[in-house]
């Protein structure tokens, strides 16, 4: 299977590319990237020498369409949307790693980002949380995949939704993320002396990823759910630890919630259940497309404190995409993704 990746030298791009080139069961076949037409991938990424040798080429759809099946997009939202009409016409699969295809209404996107032009294909976009969604993902040809604040949330939290076992007006989530997750492009706020040696929280309540949450947990929990998110920089390149608070509806036990998440997440790989007392570390997933889930029940608040730990960058954003395609073509979900975690 032929794909390429529109956007490549991006950092969520790059991951694509770093992942697809070890895939053996397709052909990394076109990257564009706008900045850097021309030049050699490993001359943008020098780490890639002797693995990725190709050129990346300028955006032409025509072009890409003749060369690749599925087509990874790792833009910047709003772009993808005047894209993607072009691809699916043209019997091209497309995985968007950006915010434009999340969204099942266009008033809830409208109202976090901008005017949405692609609206008649929202309802035809998939949510690509691959653990979550498998059977809809099996048939899909538009995925949007989701953003990594989400995926740390929502893994943790589905589950238990489904069973009702929460009282779903008392979540809330504290989340703290690697500064890859601003992007690769300059910025004040993640320049070197503005992050080292600091720790903050930023876009308190008002963070672009919170709607997609609050969406996704309403069409789950069949009625609207609104949680308090809080995102928070720390001074790594990348990772995220999410802390989740909820109350329970009633009495649990570990056993209770341990049970309920075992049976959503048995058959899936890259859902890992700390034991022992030991507790998620994103140390312990970088690099991986693993997402490592832990619980505490603190008996004399009756809340329930969830913690995940995942690689921003791969489930976060690549290694996710890259599982979606799996699902989407039949293949075993974890091909490609199977790399062992660095122990230190």
Do not use: W
């Not at 895939?23 to 020098?46: C, M, N, W």
């Not at 538009?142 to 589905?158: A, E, F, K, Q």
């Not at 939704?161 to 993320?177: C, P």
């Not at 799996?326 to 993704?337: C, F, Q, R, T």
């Amino acid at each position: 299977m032929r794909v390429g990746v529109v956007g490549a030298t991006g950092y969520a791009g790059a991951e694509l590319v770093r992942i697809l080139s070890g895939h053996p069961q397709v052909e990394l076949s076109i990257l564009t990237s706008r900045q850097f037409a021309g030049v050699k991938f490993d001359r943008v990424y020098p780490a890639m020498a002797g693995c990725v040798s190709m050129t990346c080429e300028g955006l032409d759809i025509e072009k890409v369409c003749d060369r690749a099946e599925i087509v990874f997009l790792a833009l910047p939202h709003q772009l993808p949307m005047t894209l993607v009409p072009q691809f699916l016409a043209r019997k091209v699969r497309v995985v968007d790693l950006s915010a434009d295809f999340r969204f099942s209404e266009a008033s809830v996107y409208e109202a976090a980002y901008q005017a949405h032009a692609a609206k008649d294909l929202l309802h035809q976009a998939v949510y690509g949380l691959s653990e979550i969604y498998v059977e809809a993902i099996q048939s899909a040809v538009l995925i949007g995949n989701p953003g990594c604040y989400p995926t740390s949330t929502l893994l943790p939290l589905i589950p238990l939704v489904r069973e009702n076992l929460l009282d779903l007006d008392t979540l809330i989530v504290d989340s703290k993320s690697g500064v890859s997750g601003a992007g690769r492009s300059l910025a004040i706020t993640s320049h070197y002396c503005q992050v080292n040696e600091s720790f903050k929280a930023y876009k308190i309540a008002n963070h672009r990823h919170n709607p997609e949450m609050n969406a996704i947990l309403s069409r789950e929990a069949g009625r609207p759910v609104e949680l308090t998110f809080v995102p928070h920089l720390v001074p790594m390149s990348r990772g995220m630890l999410t802390t989740i608070y909820a109350t329970p509806i009633r009495k649990l036990h570990a056993a209770d919630i341990r049970s309920c998440l075992t049976n959503a997440y048995s058959d899936h790989v890259f859902i890992r259940l700390c034991s022992g007392g030991q507790s998620p570390d994103t140390l312990h997933v970088k690099g991986t497309n693993f997402c490592d889930i832990g619980f505490q029940l603190d008996k004399s608040s009756n809340r329930l404190i969830l913690i995940s730990a995942i690689d921003n960058l791969v489930k976060g954003a690549a290694g996710q995409a890259v599982q979606n395609m799996n699902i989407m073509l039949g293949l075993d979900e974890a091909v490609g993704l199977r790399n062992i975690p660095y122990p230190l």
